[in-house]
């Protein structure tokens, strides 16, 4: 059964939208943490604009389950990571211009960078992961460059037009995640996932976990943020057992 890590980036984005000190994401943490969430994800970009250094020095003292660090595979992250050491790395791509991640880190381009990135980060005994698209190829480099994990992005599966686009690029998501099975890495998902489309995938056996942010962090405004993350958890669990696929 997949597990669910809840992204708190949002509750920090609320924060910043005012620059003061509520609501804080460590507290959001906890409360994903009790409401049964499997890990926690932060992602600490170049120009902070939403989680602070401050953020991950605290989630990495409070953090009861996993805590994930996505950055760019840059020398200050690295850095960063290596003292704090977060349970799990994953490495993305990183624009100052983008409202949010916009696709897969492309490990065939930057093949010397990562695998350099990822031999340091292991030799410090972190797991490291790589969010790269559902595509074989990028899976077959990550592999070659010394991943532990792929994190595939499903945001051209949520953002799918209309159904035919739709059955697309769950198929590309289908094939991406037998040939990193067969390579032997760990499988996450993320980007994009709500209460509806997440149904579409959690029957896939191979997929370890969800990470899910923006959705549970909006459902939260009205419901609560415990009751969003059980209410997640809740989709997960039943429609693996049910699966939509």
Not at 75 to 80: A, G, K, V
Not at 176 to 190: C, D, K
Not at 200 to 224: M, P, Q, T, W, Y
């Amino acid at each position: 059964m997949a597990g669910l890590s809840v992204n708190v980036d949002h509750v920090a984005t609320i924060r910043e939208a005012r620059r003061i000190t509520e609501p804080d994401p460590v507290t959001a943490a906890a409360i994903a943490e009790l409401a049964g969430a499997d890990g926690i994800i932060i992602h600490l970009r170049e120009d902070r604009r939403h989680i602070k250094d401050r953020d991950l020095r605290l989630l990495r003292d409070t953090v009861k389950t996993r805590l994930n660090l996505e950055m760019a595979s840059t020398e200050e992250m690295i850095r960063i990571a290596l003292d704090v050491k977060p349970d799990m790395v994953t490495l993305v791509p990183e624009k100052r211009e983008e409202l949010t991640t916009e696709g897969g880190l492309d490990v065939n381009l930057k093949r010397e960078q990562v695998r350099g990135s990822l031999s340091v980060l292991k030799e410090g005994g972190i797991v490291v992961s790589l969010f790269v698209d559902p595509d074989t190829d990028q899976i077959r480099t990550a592999c070659e460059v010394g991943a532990d994990y792929v994190e595939i992005h499903t945001g051209k599966f949520c953002d799918a037009k209309d159904r035919i686009e739709e059955e697309k690029e769950l198929e590309r998501i289908l094939t991406s995640v037998r040939v990193a099975s067969e390579l032997e890495l760990g499988i996450n998902a993320g980007h994009g996932l709500n209460y509806q489309n997440i149904k579409k995938l959690v029957g896939i056996n191979e997929i370890e976990e969800f990470s899910i942010g923006h959705s549970i962090i909006s459902r939260a405004l009205f419901v609560g943020l415990g009751q969003a993350v059980r209410e997640m958890i809740a989709l997960i669990n039943l429609s693996s057992v049910h699966p939509e696929t």
